[in-house]
């Protein structure tokens, strides 16, 4: 059955499955699905909480078009899920095993799936910028290693970017609390939790977005430089 995001006393039901997805030119830096005239903005932090904790039948009732940003992380709905409780069903559960390799790119920006017998992430990022230094982690996915090593990581963006953003009224609701914001002089008013926060947060953005498939998967994903 599948992930359905709803809103609270009206129509709308959306699936949330990539035949959804809101085209990247109307949803810069986050993931969106549109049904109709119903939108729903920044779901990747909930869907990466989802995927890494197996939940794969749920109901989400919504009263905004937005998720809540919370911290910037995954932590929150992670324990939310956690207080909440899940039920086995008597289904068997799909998988999809990778069995040969998978590849796309897109200008500087790759993702290669390769067979493997887990969820496996292998992430470079380089941007090429003297404000963010390049960082590599590779990171077998399950609920423990999510909720330990990738949940608690923020988003992030450079100090000229979140101007830009906010000109264009979008990331209203960001600050220095809920987003690492990168200045000349590093991360301002706030401090990182992992000396490679950075790198996690997009392995987090990325398990979110892989879940739109429609199941988890089976594979090794080596990821470079790929955002939403």
Do not use: W
């Amino acid at each position: 059955a599948p992930v359905e995001l709803k809103f609270v006393g009206e129509a709308p039901v959306i699936k949330a499955s990539v035949e959804y997805l809101l085209p990247p030119s109307r949803s810069p830096r986050r993931t969106a699905l549109i049904q109709g005239t119903a939108e729903i903005h920044t779901i990747e932090h909930l869907m990466a909480a989802l995927s890494s904790l197996g939940i794969d039948n749920i109901d989400i009732q919504m009263d905004n078009n937005e998720l809540p940003g919370l911290d910037g992380s995954a932590s929150g709905f992670v324990e939310a899920l956690e207080k909440a409780g899940t039920a086995s069903q008597e289904k068997q559960k799909y998988i999809y095993t990778v069995k040969e390799p998978i590849s796309i790119q897109e200008g500087p920006s790759s993702i290669t799936i390769l067979p493997s017998k887990e969820f496996k992430i292998s992430y470079t990022l380089n941007y090429d910028h003297s404000l963010l230094e390049p960082q590599f982690l590779e990171i077998a996915v399950n609920a423990e290693s999510f909720k330990t090593e990738l949940a608690p990581a923020r988003t992030f963006c450079l100090e000229s970017e979140a101007r830009q953003l906010q000109s264009q009224g979008l990331g209203l609701g960001a600050n220095y609390e809920n987003t690492l914001v990168v200045g000349t002089e590093g991360v301002i008013k706030n401090r990182l939790r992992f000396k490679d926060e950075f790198v996690r947060h997009k392995i987090l953005d990325l398990i979110g977005d892989l879940y739109l498939a429609g199941c988890s998967i089976f594979g090794h994903v080596i990821a470079l430089r790929s955002g939403h």
